[in-house]
């Protein structure tokens, strides 16, 4: 055993370095030699000797011969100490040793004794502990029960409190009526999962109990309802969230809650009536005088103010009863629809009643328009008594007219705030309808009292006074039409029966009185009533085109009468009557035509100079004179025209004329040229005749 890791190689004391001065010594038998050797033989790079010469140096050990002699005792030294510590510590461990040795033995003998107390004692009490873990489980399996029973209890039963706030009167319908409402019908829903066990008994009992506590629920619930309903502000008729609550939840018993609609709405339609009857008269029903009501009877002087003013409050009642109810068909329309197809499902009787069509949809929007048409049908009634009253009472047949557009108006106004199916625009078509026969009445009546007036003609030939008054009922009539809310594609089509009333008996008067003028002048009075009646309804052509292309027709049909009439007064009035007729058939590009020409006795020389004549007297003053037939033409510039068509007319014939002259005057000159020195040359028909055809247009023009 070496001391601090210390192992150096010393030699003895006696021992000779070799070195390389003794060359002559023997390697094998020289012990000096060897060991020489092996000093040289060692490396000095080898980790161990260096850590060795690292440890002298530690120690500051000097290399002298003595202290390289006692270096190797003082290193035995050192590790003879260190192995005696070490066996002086090993002493002491092993006495610690014996020590715990004696401890454990008697820890051994103190478990052992425990050992036999606790066998003992478990021996003598394992009876109690089986007992008092039967005991455990016991108690246990009753706990699961009570839990179990407890969990049934909250679940499928009502307790006293609850079912006292459910069916008795006296507790209030309040947040927890519902929630105990609520809890029933869960109930009686999940009995259906425990009739699926075998013995049903429970279940059937449960759901039973709980069938006469929900019924009585709604009972109630339907009773408080109209209790409230008897106190609710109808003035006002907003209804409060209770009672929203209320209506919503009673809409899973379809009947009481169409019972409770037709409550509010007898009421409603009540308290409307007498407002609107207090807004008529400014009086109640009881008699009382309400000073700051202005009564609407006020202006009954004034028919269509009159019917306005009612009219106007029956729209802001519905208006405003529509309002106060969309809250509940429309904010709470899903709810109200569960609730009712729930009902239907449950009141076996309407399903069964409903099987062969199904029950129908809730339609929120459609309720909420029944029940306001029912809230105002009771002014609707006396609406329809005034408004019957005034349109028979009137006598003014433009007031009639515009009684009918005034209900047309509210028909469609009504038709869009409560649908085609309500009650109250049933009133309204039917008052239109009544203003409309009122109107034609009095229209047939106005033209029986003027059918003594359809004998006497006008002697300027304008339209007559009945026209021209008609004319201006019917421009009142077709502004008052013009600002009706009527559709722009069957505009045209609703006012043709007005126009068959209100203006064509008179247009047909007018017919009948040209039946007893000679022409033309029945074509110039037709004229004139046509022209009046289309510039009347020519500013109305979004709905009147049709019959302004008729009346145009009918101007063109008359207009080409007179030029037709014109015409013949030029012909006759110029001498060339006779000459236009005989040369109308014949034709400058056939021959035959030609030869024909000089043989007529409309073109032999004295009758060819009498037309000459006779054509320039009449010249100088024809269009004057042809102006003169169309005078009383009101339209200046269409008797122009007429009289310009039918010197155009008159200038075709007189070129047709002119052509075949010089034609027979050329045929002639070349039969004459055949035929020279015969006899004598036979006159010129263009020098009898010599007026051509541009002097014509220029005299005419």
């Known amino acids: 055993m070496a001391s601090n890791g ?45 850590e060795s010469l690292a440890l002298l140096d530690e120690r500051g050990i000097s290399n002298t011969a003595e202290t390289r002699r006692q270096l190797r005792l003082d290193v035995q030294k050192e590790v003879i100490d260190s192995n005696g510590k070490i066996i002086t510590e090993f002493g002491r461990v092993a006495e610690q040793l014996r020590r715990i040795g004696t401890t454990i033995d008697k820890l051994n003998k103190s478990y052992q004794e425990m050992r036999g107390h606790v066998t003992a004692a478990h021996e003598s009490t394992s009876s109690v502990l089986e007992e008092a873990s039967s005991l455990m ?3 246990r399996n009753i706990e699961t029960k009570q839990q179990v029973l407890k969990a049934f209890r909250e679940h499928f039963v009502l307790s006293e409190d609850e079912v006292a706030s459910l069916t008795l009167t006296a507790e209030p319908v309040d947040d927890r009526f519902f929630a105990v409402l609520s809890k029933a019908k869960r109930i009686r829903k999940d009995c259906e999962f425990l009739l699926g066990f075998e013995s049903q008994t429970l279940g059937l009992e449960i759901m039973d109990q709980t069938s006469k506590y ?39 018993r379809p009947s009481l809650f169409q019972n409770c609609l037709d409550f509010f709405a007898e009421a409603r339609e009540q308290i409307l009536s007498d407002a609107f009857y207090l807004a008529l008269t400014g009086t109640s029903s009881s008699g009382a005088k309400d000073n700051s009501v202005k009564p609407i009877e006020l202006v009954a002087h004034d028919p269509l103010r009159y019917a306005g003013d009612m009219l106007a409050w029956t729209h802001s009642a519905a208006v405003s009863e529509r309002e106060a109810l969309e809250i509940l068909f429309i904010s709470d329309g899903n709810e109200i629809a569960k609730g009712i197809q729930e009902g239907r499902e449950n009141e076996l009787w309407l399903l069964m009643a409903d099987e062969t069509d199904g029950p129908p949809e809730f339609d929120a929007v459609k309720a909420l328009n029944e029940l306001v048409d029912r809230d105002v049908s009771g002014a609707a009634r006396i609406l329809r008594q005034r408004v019957e009253q005034v349109i028979q009472t009137n006598e003014e047949t433009i007031l009639a007219y515009k009684l009918a557009n005034l209900l047309s108006f509210y028909r469609f106004t009504f038709s869009k705030l409560l649908g085609n199916d309500s009650v109250l625009l049933q009133s309204m078509s039917n008052l239109e309808s009544e203003a409309l026969r009122q109107f034609r009445s009095l229209m047939r009546d106005h033209i029986t009292t003027l059918e003594g007036e359809f004998q006497h003609t006008p002697s300027d030939l304008g339209p007559p006074e009945f026209l021209q008054e008609s004319l201006k009922q019917l421009t009142a009539i077709m502004k008052t039409y013009e600002t009706s809310l009527a559709s722009d594609g069957d505009r045209e089509a609703d006012f043709e029966p007005i126009l068959a009333e209100s203006f064509d008996p008179f247009l047909a008067g007018c017919e009948n009185m040209s039946k007893n003028i000679p022409a033309p002048r029945n074509s110039i009075f037709l004229i004139n009533c046509l022209l009046a009646a289309q510039s009347t309804l020519e500013p109305f052509q979004a709905f009147t085109r049709t019959r302004v292309s008729r009346l145009q027709s009918a101007i063109d049909e008359h207009s080409a009468k007179l030029v037709e009439s014109q015409y013949a007064f030029f012909r006759s009035e110029s001498a060339l009557e006779p000459l236009f007729t ?38 100088p003053s024809a269009v004057m004179d042809a102006m003169e037939n169309v005078k009383h033409l009101q339209d200046a510039g269409l008797a122009r025209e007429i009289t310009e068509e039918a010197a155009e007319r008159f200038c075709v014939d007189f070129e047709h004329v002119e052509e075949l002259l010089v034609a027979a005057d050329e045929l002639a000159e070349e039969e004459q040229g055949r035929q020279a020195g015969e006899g004598d040359e036979p006159p010129s028909l263009r020098a009898l005749f010599p007026r051509t055809t541009g002097e014509i247009r220029v005299l005419l023009s």
């Open 137 to 139: 489980t016991q108690r």
């Open 6 to 50: 210390l192992t150096v190689p010393v030699p003895g004391r006696d021992e000779v370095s070799p070195g390389p001065l003794s060359p002559g010594l023997g390697r094998s038998s020289n012990p000096l030699a060897s060991k020489v050797t092996s000093v040289l033989s060692t490396s000095y790079a080898d980790s161990e000797f260096r």
């Open 214 to 252: 929900l019924n009585q629920a709604f009972q109630k619930l339907y009773r408080w309802v109209q209790k409230e309903f008897k106190t609710l502000n109808l003035e006002n008729p907003q209804i409060n969230s209770s009672v929203r609550r209320a209506i919503r939840v009673l809409a899973e």
């Open 582 to 619: 005989a040369l109308a058939p014949l034709s400058d590009a056939r021959k035959e035509d030609v030869v024909k020409v000089a043989r007529l006795d409309a073109v032999q020389p004295e009758a060819l100079a009498r037309a000459g004549q006779g054509l320039d007297d009449f010249l």
